[in-house]
C-alpha cells in the first residue's frame, strides 16, 4: 500500500511536522520539543529538527515561478510584471496529487437512471456529449485533458498605491465537481498575476 504522507510516516507525523514549520519557532525550541518524554513517545520519523527540515526539503515543490517584465512605449507610473507558473507544470501538479488519484475521471462516461437506458443524467463534463465528441477526434490510447481557467480583479493593496491585479486559476474538468466547488480542497492553482497597467498621462 502506497504512503500518501511520504516522506512521512503517517498522517500524525505530517499534522505534527506541519505545525512545527508554520509556528515559526526557531530550531532550538524545535529540538526542545521533541526531546520532551511526551513527544518521544509518539512514533515520530524525526526526532531533530535538522531531520524535520530533511524530511521537508523531500515534499515535492510544485511550479516555480517566474517573473517578466512587459515592455511598452507609453510611460508608465511603476514597470509592468507578469508572475507566472509554467501551466503544463500546474496541469502535471494537478494529476500527480495523491488525493486526486481516486476523485478523477479520465475517459467519458454515460450515465443512465435505469437500466433500459431512458433517462441519462448529466452530472461532470465527461458525462457530456462534449467530452465524447472531442474524445472521438483523439487517437486511440489518448485521454481528455480539459482545463478550466477563471479569473477576476483583486486588490492587492489599498494604502500603498492602491494596486491591482487578475489572477488566473487553473484546474481540471476531469476531476469531480463535488470536490473541485470545496475551497478546502485546493483544486484550483494561481499559474499567472495578471497585472493591471497605470499609465502617466502628460500635463495638457
Not at 195 to 203: C, G, I, L, R
Request: glycine share 2%; net charge neutral; hydrophobic share 40%.
Amino acid at each position: 500500500q502506497q504512503n500518501l504522507y511520504y516522506p512521512f510516516a503517517s498522517l500524525g507525523d505530517w499534522e505534527i511536522t506541519n505545525f512545527l514549520l508554520t509556528s515559526r519557532l526557531s530550531m532550538r525550541a524545535i529540538d526542545k520539543f521533541l526531546s520532551l518524554c511526551l513527544t518521544n513517545s509518539l512514533p515520530l520519523s524525526f526526532s531533530t529538527a535538522k531531520e524535520l527540515c530533511s524530511h521537508a526539503e523531500m515534499l515535492p515543490s510544485g511550479p516555480h515561478w517566474n517573473a517578466r517584465v512587459v515592455p511598452t512605449t507609453h510611460l508608465m507610473k511603476s514597470p509592468i510584471t507578469l508572475y507566472y507558473c509554467d501551466s503544463l507544470d500546474c496541469v502535471e501538479s494537478l494529476f500527480n496529487h495523491p488525493l486526486f488519484m481516486q476523485l478523477m475521471d479520465y475517459s467519458p462516461f454515460c450515465l443512465f437512471t435505469t437500466a433500459e437506458h431512458i433517462v441519462r443524467v448529466f452530472m461532470e463534463w465527461m458525462s457530456s456529449d462534449g467530452a465524447w465528441d472531442l474524445q472521438l477526434k483523439f487517437p486511440k490510447g489518448s485521454m481528455l485533458c480539459s482545463i478550466i481557467l477563471s479569473s477576476d480583479k483583486t486588490h492587492i493593496t489599498n494604502m500603498c498605491g492602491r494596486k491591482v491585479s487578475h489572477p488566473l486559476l487553473i484546474s481540471l474538468a476531469n476531476i469531480h465537481m463535488d470536490i473541485r466547488n470545496k475551497g478546502s480542497s485546493h483544486v484550483f492553482l494561481l499559474p499567472a498575476l495578471m497585472p493591471m497597467p497605470t499609465f502617466t498621462h502628460p500635463a495638457t
